[in-house]
C-alpha cells in the first residue's frame, strides 16, 4: 500500500476517526494495531503471520528477560530472542544469496533449491526485526531503579505494547527505526486536543513533495542508469543522471520518514528525525550522523559499540569501521553490490579518521569543497545501489570516460537540474539557518507550502513505490 | 498557518489555469520522460477532436513516425516502452471518427499499460482536464520551466539546439554512432536470439483478436504494419515466431498486412528504431497505403 494511494488515504482517515473517538479512547493502541495489521496485509496477506510471530519472540523474550532471577537467565533469553530475530532476518532475506553462493541455479534447481532461490522477501523485515532487537537489548541492559524503564508488568499489557511497538503502520516499513526506549515512554491515550497541527502540515506536505514531485520525477530521468541504455549517453548526461539519482535517493528516503513522522504526530507519537540534511555533510562521519540517522545510530549503538568501538586501539577502530558499515550495507539488501557499498563507505570512513590523527577535527569554518567532496564520494556510491551487477558499474564509470564526444541530452539534464533544486535549496536553507540562526518569513513559508501543494496535485511523477521498500 | 496557505494554493492553482485557458503556448511545454509523454499522448488523444480517420498503435518503432509525415487523417497513438493493446483500448473506448487503425505487430506480446489507461480513463479526472487544463500531465509546470531553460539556457553551451527544436517530432532521431549502433545490435540479437514463451504468444495473440472484434463490431477495420528493423534481425527466432503467430490468427487473405521492402537496408540507430530519414520515408509508405478514400459525411 503506498502511502499515496487512495486506499492508504482512506485508511488514515477511518483510523483517525475511529482513534480520537471518546468510545475509543481505552483501545487507541488496539486501533492502531488492527490498522497497522491491515496495513501490512493488504499486500502480502499471508506474511502478516511472520509479524505476529516476530511479534511473539520480542514479547514473550523481553519479558523473559526482565523477570529472569538470574543473570544468566537474563542472558539466555535475550541471546535466544536476538538470534531468533537474525534467523528470521536471514531466512526470509538472505537465503536466495546463500544459495546462489552455495552454487543452486535458478535453471538447474531441483524442488528444494527453487523453493530457497524464491523465497518471498517481507517488505520491512529488516525494519521490524532491528526494532524487535532494539527491545531485547535495552530491556537486557535496563535495571529495576532506571528511568528508561519500558515494560509493564501485565503479561497481556507488554505483548500489546510490543505489538504496537513493532508494527505501528506509519514506520513499519521503512523506518525510522524507532528504539524501544524512546518508543514506550510515549504509549498512553492521546486526545485530539494534543495534535500538534502545523507541524503535522509541514512534515506531510514537505515529505508528499519530496516524494511526489521531487523523487517520482527524477525516478523517470533516472531511469536511462540502467543497462544497456547508458552506453549511449554522454558523459555530461551521465553524471547528470548519477547526480540525480542522489538527490533521488534523498528525497524518496527523506521523503517517506517524514511522511512517517507526520503520521504519528497526528496520532500523538513522536518518531526520531531520519534525515539532518546530509549533503550539506563535511567529512563522511558527518553525513553519517545526518543521514538514516536511525539507522547509523541503531548500528552504533548496537553493533560498534559492542565491538569496543574506538576504544581499542587505532587498528580495531578501522576494523570495526568497516565491518559495521559492510554488515550496514548487506542490511539494505541480499546482494555484493550493498555489501561493496557498505565497505566503501566504511573503508573511506577509516581513511577519513586515519587522516584526521593529530589534527584539528573541527570544522574551522564551512568548506564549500568539503561539502563537494563529501557529496561526489557519497554520489559515486550510490552507483553501487542503482546497478547490482559490477560489470555494469564499470562499464558506467568507463562510458563516463570514453563518451566525451557524444551529445549530450539537454531536455533530460534540464529537468534533471530542476527536480534537483528543491533538494539543494532544501539543503542551502539549512547551512543559511546555522550559520547566521536566519529563519524564512512566515510570509515566504506559507507561500513554498502553497507551492508545493499545487506541485503535488499537477507536477508529481509517476507513483512509484519507495526505494527503502526493497529493505 | 494552515488556513492562508492553503488559500494561496487554491489561487496559484486557479490563476495557472487561467493563464493557460488565455494563452496556452503550443510548443513551450516539453514532456519530461518516456513516460510522461505516454501519459500526455493518452490525454491528449481522449480530450482533442477526433476527426482522424486512422490512427496507429504501437511501441516506440511505431512512435518514431512522424504525425506530421503520416499526414493529416492519421493519429499516432505509438507507446515508447509500451504495447499496441494500450492503444488499442484506448481508441475501442473512445474511437471518435475512426475507420482504420494501423496496429504494429513487432512486439505485440508486450503487456497492455494498465497505468497509461487507468490515468487516462479517471472518473471525474478526465473530465475535469478539459476545464482545468492545469490537470492534464502535458502542462506540469516543469514542462514549461524546464523546456523554456533547456532551449535558452543550456543549449547556449551545448551543439544540441536542433535536436531540442525537433524535439516534438520524433522523426528527426539522435544521430547515428556507428560503433554504439553496433553495440546495440549486438545486444538485440541476443534478445532476438530467443522467441517468446509460446503460452505468452498465444494468451496475447488471443487479446489482440478480441480487441479486434470489438473494433470491427464498431465498423473500425484492422491493418497490420510489421516495423522495419534491422535486417538481420527479421530472420531471428524472436521476429519469426511473432509474424508466425500472428499471420495465423490475422491470414493476411482476410487482414491487410504491411510490410518492410525486401529489396531495401533498413537503416536504423540501434537495430530496432529507424533513423529520421527512413522513419519519414516509411511514413509516406504507410500512408500510401493505408489511407482509404475519404466517405461521404464523415464527421458526426
Redesign the interface.
Known amino acids: 500500500m503506498l502511502f499515496n494511494s487512495f486506499e492508504f488515504v482512506l485508511l488514515v482517515l477511518v483510523t483517525f476517526g475511529l482513534y480520537y473517538l471518546p468510545q475509543f479512547r481505552p483501545a487507541q493502541t488496539f486501533v492502531l494495531i488492527a490498522a497497522s495489521l491491515f496495513f501490512y496485509a493488504f499486500n502480502q496477506p499471508a506474511l502478516v503471520l511472520l509479524l505476529l510471530a516476530s511479534i511473539a519472540i520480542n514479547a514473550v523474550a523481553s519479558f523473559k528477560i526482565l523477570h529472569a532471577s538470574h543473570a544468566i537467565g537474563k542472558k539466555s533469553w535475550a541471546t535466544a530472542g536476538v538470534v531468533s530475530n537474525l534467523a528470521l532476518l536471514g531466512f526470509y532475506k538472505y537465503t536466495p544469496l546463500l544459495a546462489g553462493l552455495a552454487g543452486v541455479d535458478r535453471e538447474n534447481a531441483g524442488p528444494v533449491g527453487q523453493f530457497l532461490l524464491t523465497i518471498p522477501l517481507p517488505i520491512g523485515i529488516s525494519f521490524f526485526t532491528f526494532q524487535g532487537i532494539s527491545l531485547l537489548i535495552d530491556v537486557f541492559r535496563q535495571t529495576d531503579a532506571s528511568p528508561q524503564r519500558i515494560l509493564r508488568r501485565s503479561v497481556w499489557r507488554h505483548f500489546v505494547d510490543t505489538a504496537f511497538f513493532e508494527a505501528f503502520f506509519p514506520q513499519l516499513v521503512a523506518g525510522p527505526i524507532v528504539k524501544a526506549h524512546e518508543f514506550f515512554p510515549q504509549i498512553r491515550p492521546k486526545a485530539f486536543s494534543e495534535i500538534k497541527w502545523e507541524s503535522v502540515f509541514r512534515a506531510l506536505v514537505t515529505g508528499y513533495c519530496l516524494k511526489m514531485v521531487v523523487a517520482d520525477n527524477l525516478k523517470d530521468l533516472t531511469y536511462w542508469i540502467a543497462y544497456p541504455y547508458f552506453l549511449q549517453a554522454s558523459t555530461l548526461t551521465l553524471v547528470s543522471m548519477l547526480v540525480g539519482y542522489s538527490m533521488q535517493i534523498f528525497a524518496d528516503f527523506a521523503g517517506y520518514s517524514l511522511i512517517a513522522i507526520g503520521l504519528a504526530r497526528l496520532f500523538g507519537y513522536e518518531l526520531i528525525e531520519n534525515f539532518n540534511f546530509p549533503y550539506i555533510a563535511q567529512s563522511l562521519s558527518e553525513f553519517w550522523r545526518r543521514w538514516h540517522i536511525s539507522l547509523s545510530s541503531w548500528l552504533r549503538e548496537y553493533l560498534y559499540y559492542p565491538l569496543g568501538g574506538n576504544r581499542r586501539g587505532e587498528f580495531r577502530t578501522y576494523v570495526n569501521l568497516i565491518v559495521v558499515m559492510t554488515l550496514g550495507g548487506l542490511w539494505h539488501g541480499a546482494a555484493w553490490s550493498y555489501a561493496a557499498w557498505g565497505l566503501f563507505h566504511g573503508a573511506g570512513l577509516a581513511v577519513e579518521r586515519w587522516w584526521q590523527r593529530g589534527r584539528n577535527s573541527a570544522a574551522a569554518s564551512f568548506s564549500p569543497l568539503r561539502v563537494l567532496f563529501v557529496f561526489s564520494y557519497v554520489t559515486f556510491g550510490w552507483l553501487l545501489f542503482k546497478l547490482p551487477n559490477f560489470e555494469h558499474v564499470i562499464a558506467f564509470v568507463r562510458a563516463c570516460f570514453d563518451n566525451t564526444g557524444l551529445r549530450s541530452d539537454t531536455r533530460l539534464i534540464a529537468f534533471i537540474l530542476l527536480y534537483s533544486l528543491p533538494v539543494v535549496a532544501y539543503h542551502a536553507l539549512a547551512v543559511r539557518r546555522a550559520r547566521a540562526g536566519w529563519k524564512v518569513p512566515v510570509g515566504w513559508q506559507q507561500l513554498a507550502y502553497a507551492v508545493g501543494l499545487v506541485a503535488l496535485l499537477i507536477n508529481s511523477g509517476s507513483p512509484g513505490a519507495f526505494i527503502y521498500f526493497q529493505f | 498557518?494552515?488556513t492562508?496557505?492553503?488559500l494561496?494554493?487554491l489561487a496559484?492553482?486557479l490563476a495557472?489555469n487561467l493563464i493557460l485557458s488565455l494563452a496556452p503556448l503550443p510548443g513551450w511545454f516539453?514532456t519530461?520522460?518516456?513516460?510522461?509523454e505516454n501519459?500526455a499522448k493518452a490525454q491528449d488523444y481522449l480530450l482533442a477532436e477526433r476527426p482522424h480517420r486512422c490512427v496507429l498503435v504501437g511501441t516506440s518503432l511505431a512512435a518514431r513516425l512522424s504525425e506530421r509525415h503520416l499526414g493529416p487523417d492519421f493519429r499516432n497513438v505509438s507507446f515508447s516502452g509500451g504495447s499496441p493493446i494500450t492503444g488499442l483500448e484506448l481508441v475501442r473506448r473512445s474511437p471518435g471518427d475512426t475507420q482504420v487503425v494501423v496496429i504494429e505487430t513487432n512486439l505485440f506480446f508486450r503487456d497492455v499499460d494498465d497505468?497509461v489507461l487507468s490515468n487516462a480513463f479517471r472518473p471525474a479526472l478526465s473530465g475535469l482536464r478539459s476545464y482545468l487544463p492545469?490537470?492534464q500531465e502535458k502542462?506540469?509546470?516543469?514542462n514549461f520551466?524546464?523546456?523554456k531553460?533547456?532551449e535558452k539556457?543550456?543549449?547556449t553551451g551545448?551543439?544540441?539546439a536542433s535536436?531540442?527544436t525537433h524535439?516534438r517530432d520524433r522523426a528527426a532521431g539522435?544521430?547515428v554512432?556507428p560503433a554504439?549502433c553496433g553495440?546495440?545490435l549486438s545486444?538485440h540479437r541476443k534478445t532476438h536470439a530467443r522467441a517468446p514463451d509460446p503460452a505468452l504468444l498465444k494468451r496475447q495473440a488471443a487479446r489482440l483478436q478480441h480487441e479486434v472484434r470489438q473494433l470491427e463490431a464498431l465498423g473500425i477495420s484492422c491493418v497490420f504494419v510489421e516495423m522495419p528493423v534491422d535486417r538481420s534481425l527479421m530472420a531471428m527466432p524472436l521476429d519469426c515466431a511473432t509474424r508466425a503467430c500472428l499471420m495465423d490468427c490475422f491470414p493476411p487473405a482476410q487482414y491487410r498486412w504491411i510490410q518492410p521492402r525486401e529489396d531495401h537496408d533498413y537503416r536504423t540507430t540501434?537495430g530496432l528504431h529507424l533513423t529520421g530519414d527512413e522513419a519519414r520515408a516509411f511514413a509516406a509508405e504507410l500512408r500510401q497505403a493505408v489511407l482509404p478514400p475519404a466517405r461521404p459525411n464523415q464527421r458526426s
Open positions: 498557518m494552515i492562508r496557505t492553503l494561496i494554493a496559484l492553482f495557472y516539453v519530461q520522460s518516456q513516460w510522461q501519459i497505468a492545469a490537470l502542462y506540469q509546470p516543469a520551466i524546464a523546456g531553460l533547456g539556457l543550456l543549449a551545448f551543439t544540441a535536436n531540442w524535439r539522435p544521430a554512432n554504439l553495440q546495440l545486444g540501434d
